[in-house]
């Protein structure tokens, strides 16, 4: 009961004091603001001190009180002051850290408190160690440089019900953010009911004691931290979130091998050593799911909250990680009732995960069929890596926002796909409306939202149908792509661009980035025997490619001969 209790008093100030936590974090200096939470987690841990020499439950509750309003602080803070310091190719990499901080913290926090609490005297000795901890943490906040407010102008309401539905709103502007959020939530639901299932799981299935449980911790929490630290070199440095459905697809089929993995027939008196239990094979193949599980989790939450600090509005981004908060912890709160409802009427832990594993793919097919962009993203990743190695140079010419038009050479039916993987934003493309009638690549680039245009010869509505969706797309501060030269080249040679990037850019004059593409001629999906898609496997898998991007151009100098010129530059003699 105290340890329910426990549970819900640390988590009671995420909801009351989050969005006033997002308000603060968009109206001051997080800089600054870091520092006086560090202040306060000194304080709390005195309260903790005299909770504990007082022998006081209530002061002691009060303290782990303190202790979640200091998290529900700290959390806007740390993780929207990350896109005022790092570089947009860097946000993986710098949530990839704080992921793999956080749970590494949470595994030797957890560790160290155990041994504290076996080895000391008196208790008021953990305080201490707290209050060192929380002085470390203070040392280290000095250096972190100022973080300027983006809303010092804000009126911060202590009103939480109204200001956690404007926190909540200020999320929904933008439909992949919100579902970002959602995705978070239901990460944290599904790790936190693994997490909180580990002691009973270790006594119950594997028969083991204190060991094995700090084993099955350990393992996870490591697996996590992989995964995160992963996603920076498996990103091309920008924010990749076709890893998401990657990591979804592990979580789901990992947690359902740890259902079919779990030992029957353990048995026992006492509880079994841990050299025992790691001389069973079966042992083995629970820890590489909880590996994997780790690992595939870290795939799965560090683009989401990358996408989250990049595609939210700088002056409400605070506030909208306040809302991701709230939201992670009502499906924590959900989670936990609905397990313990689950175990209680007789289901078993194993079963649980199993269960839980299902669920996890239903809310994937979900959440992906309502923004196709992951999907989309994860197919177009999935094929770059599967196929070949891409080496791109100069994306950081990509414009991060507003519209501009992206022109490239036209080599093989896959080129889509390759500067897509290659663009930090989705990108809109022109393309032959004859492509959209190959199997796969079809539900692609129709889910991508792609734009198909026919010669005036073939189609003369359908061209002008598409010239008018090109400029609504412009209009609207899109990235559209279009490979001028109007069809596939048929010797590897660059051929004559069409005029239609010309009238584009009469009616929305924008900046253009030319690119190139090298390396395709020659594969499947190129021409190379006067028809596609004919010989398989003719370059080997791996074969090396490039997108080379150079810097964007005026919309008056992009007449479709000097950027025939540039893109031939920028190809070199490579084909």
Known sequence: MLANLAAGIFILPFFLFSATAGQLADKYDKAKLARLVKVLEMAIMGIAAAGFALHSLPVLMGALFLLGLHSTLFGPVKYAIIPQHLHTEELVGGNALIEAGTFVAILIGTLAGGLLAGSVEHPAWIAAGGFIVAFA???????????????????????????????????????????????????WLYGALFLAQFPAYAKNVLVGGESSVTLLLATFTVGIGIGSMLCERMSGKHVEIGLVPFGSIGLTLFGLDLYFASPVGLVGTTAHSLSALLSLPSIWRVLFDLMMLGLFGGFFIVPLYALVQLRSSPAHRARIIAANNIVNALFMVVGALGAGAALGAGLSIPALFGIAALLNAVVAVYIYGLVPEFLIRFMAWLLIKAAYRLRTEGAEHIPEEGAAVLVCNHVSFVDSLVVMSASPRPVRFVMDHRIFGLPLLSYIFR?????????????????????????????????????????????????TFRPGIARMLESDPVPVVPMALTGLWGSYFSRIDGAVMKKPFRRGLFSRIGLQVGSAMPPEAATPAELQKVVQVLRGSGR
């Open 137 to 187: 943490g203070y040392l280290t906040s000095r250096g972190i440089p100022p973080a300027p407010a983006p809303a010092p102008e804000l009126k911060v309401s202590l009103n939480p019900l109204t200001e956690t539905w404007r926190n909540i709103n200020f999320a929904r502007q933008n439909r992949t953010v919100f579902l970002s959020i959602l995705g978070i939530s239901w990460f």
């Open 447 to 495: 889910h991508g939202r792609a734009i198909p245009i026919a010669s005036a010869k073939e189609d003369q509505v359908l061209m002008e149908k598409a010239f008018a969706e090109v400029s609504a797309a412009l209009k609207n501060g899109e990235l559209v792509a279009i490979f001028p030269e109007g069809g596939l080249t048929p010797d590897g040679e660059l051929q």
